[in-house]
C-alpha cells in the first residue's frame, strides 16, 4: 500500500465499467502492477494488499465489482485450485 503524492512515480487512474467506484492504477511505463484506490490517495495493491489491507467496506465493493479478481485472489490466499 502506498499514499500517492508529489513523488509517487507517474500514474494514471481509470475506472474499468461506468457506474464503477473503484479507481484501477496504470502506472506509466510498467506493467504487472495491479492496484486500486478508493480515494486516488491510497493505493492497494491486488498481490500484497488483499484482504488483509482493504477495510470490510473497500473488500465488499471490490469483491462486488471484480468477481473474477475476488475468486482468484482468495484462492491463491487460500491455496485452493483455481476455477477460471
Sequence with gaps: MITVDKETR???????????K????????????????FDKKKILFLFGDYPKNFTKEEKTLFDK???YWANFLIRINCRLPLVL
Design 22 to 37: 473503484i479507481w484501477h492504477v496504470r502506472y506509466v511505463g510498467l506493467c504487472g502492477h495491479q492496484a486500486v484506490s
Design 65 to 67: 465489482e471484480n468477481p
Design 10 to 20: 507517474k500514474i494514471e487512474f481509470y475506472k474499468k465499467h461506468e457506474g464503477d
